[in-house]
């Protein structure tokens, strides 16, 4: 039980670097099992996606084989993720109930753990939380119904049924998410769920047949009536809430911009300029994103350009499952 490393902060969640993904182990039955009995550490996750780290959320309290018992690749030892920092690291679906958990730890979402775990543990328990939802998920065949069998050390899930065969791999749902820019000011909307006073930048997914740019183009335009162009890729966090990727894009409103008018989806989109939002966050009279998300950091990162500072991060929300 010693903690990953801290490592550099890539400045928001879920996104450090450093795991070797090792994916030419993955079928190697021989070496996973050597791994696994030899020093091979399991991130703990519970069937509601919620990871085990000490109670203050500070480190991951991995699971090894003498905790499961168990070799690669079975359901509850549900996946190989990778070599780091020397160990081998492995998926590991737990019944909180089913076991007596150590004291000092507990439970948690990820997105309350995010600001407090080392980036790179919080990164590995993405990983973790994003292959067992997607195993949870394809259980059986979409093509004839029949159960699947998981293999490549919970990379594959192939149907059991000797004429369909259908093989499936781990999926990942792209979203874009855009700070709209026009001058000195910058679009942002606020969902009708939220707090009154939280302001975000607009997001939405990426629809089959569609680029990136398309989806940025539709997804303002629909939350805000607003036209865009030039739009610019920034960065992209892994958000497995349960499986996205968001997509992250700065994009000029077309000029003249027109009028805000406010889509299905939003309660409010409106624009903001520099000092409003530094000075607002900071009086609490807006509640910006939090440090761990990318849209704090588009939305900081245009501040400090033009107002030489970064606003103030708001709180985690946690969305109802
Ligand atoms: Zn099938």
Do not use: N
Not at 32 to 48: E, I, Y
Not at 224 to 233: D, M, T
Not at 266 to 276: I, S, Y
Not at 280 to 286: E, I, V
């Amino acid at each position: 039980m010693s903690p990953v490393s801290r490592g550099d902060r890539p400045g928001f969640a879920f996104a450090a670097d450093g795991l070797d993904r090792a994916a030419d182990r993955r079928d190697d039955e021989d070496w996973l099992a050597q791994a696994w009995s030899t020093g091979g550490r399991a991130v703990a996750v519970d069937p509601h996606g919620r990871v085990l780290a000490t109670a203050d959320g500070s480190m991951l309290v991995p699971l090894d084989a003498s905790d499961l018992g168990e070799r690669p690749g079975q359901r509850r030892l549900g996946g190989f993720l990778g070599l780091l920092e020397g160990s081998a690291w492995f998926a590991a679906r737990v019944d909180p109930s089913s076991a007596p958990w150590r004291t000092g730890t507990a439970f948690a979402d990820l997105r309350s753990l995010a600001p407090l775990l080392p980036a790179g543990a919080a990164s590995l328990a993405a990983y973790a939380r994003a292959l067992l939802h997607w195993q949870s998920r394809k259980r059986y065949c979409g093509v004839c119904g029949a159960a699947t069998s998981l293999g490549s050390a919970g990379h594959k899930a192939s149907c059991s049924d000797a004429g369909c065969g259908t093989v499936y791999f781990p999926r990942t749902d792209p979203a874009i998410i855009v700070v709209v820019t026009d001058g000195p000011r910058c679009l942002l909307g606020r969902q009708p769920s939220w707090p009154e006073r939280r302001y975000s930048t607009l997001a939405g997914f990426v629809e089959p047949g569609e680029t990136l740019e398309a989806a940025v183009a539709r997804e303002v335009r629909e939350e805000s009536g607003i036209a865009v162009e030039r739009v610019c890729f920034v960065a992209s966090q892994p958000w497995p809430f349960p499986a996205s990727l968001m997509v992250g894009f700065e994009a000029d409103a077309a000029r003249p911009a027109g009028p805000v008018v406010i889509g299905d989806e939003l309660a409010d989109a409106r624009w903001f300029g520099v000092r409003e939002l530094i000075d607002g966050a900071a009086s609490g009279d807006l509640l910006l994103p939090p440090e761990t998300s990318i849209s704090y950091h588009l939305i900081a990162g245009w501040c400090e350009r033009l107002g030489g500072e970064r606003p103030k991060p708001g709180p985690v929300l946690i969305a109802p499952r």
